[in-house]
């Protein structure tokens, strides 16, 4: 979208400025994987180093292999409680 102000477009300047701020995932499963593409940015200052990248990715890896707790009702339902019939 554009909005013409003096002769200026200002919507393709945002649109052109927008393509260049960095932007955060788009799904929890594309999160993992952004470490490794922003490595050199995490890296400066010192702050991250490669090791730190690989742990985290890593758990997150094992995180998204482990059963959680919907999962697991699905297959080993709790037990249905015994009533009295007094």
Do not use: W
């Not at 929890?28 to 742990?55: N, W, Y």
């Not at 998204?64 to 080993?76: I, K, N, Q």
């Amino acid at each position: 979208m554009s909005t013409a102000f003096d002769g200026y477009s200002v919507g393709a300047a945002a649109d052109e400025e927008e393509k260049t701020i960095p932007q955060a995932c788009s799904s929890l499963d594309a999160a993992p994987e952004a470490p490794d593409k922003d490595r050199d940015f995490l890296k400066t200052g010192g702050v991250f180093t490669d090791a730190c990248i690989e742990v985290t990715m890593k758990a997150a890896t094992r995180c998204r292999a482990s059963t959680h707790l919907p999962e697991f009702r699905m297959y080993c339902p709790p037990p249905i409680a015994e009533t009295s019939g007094d």
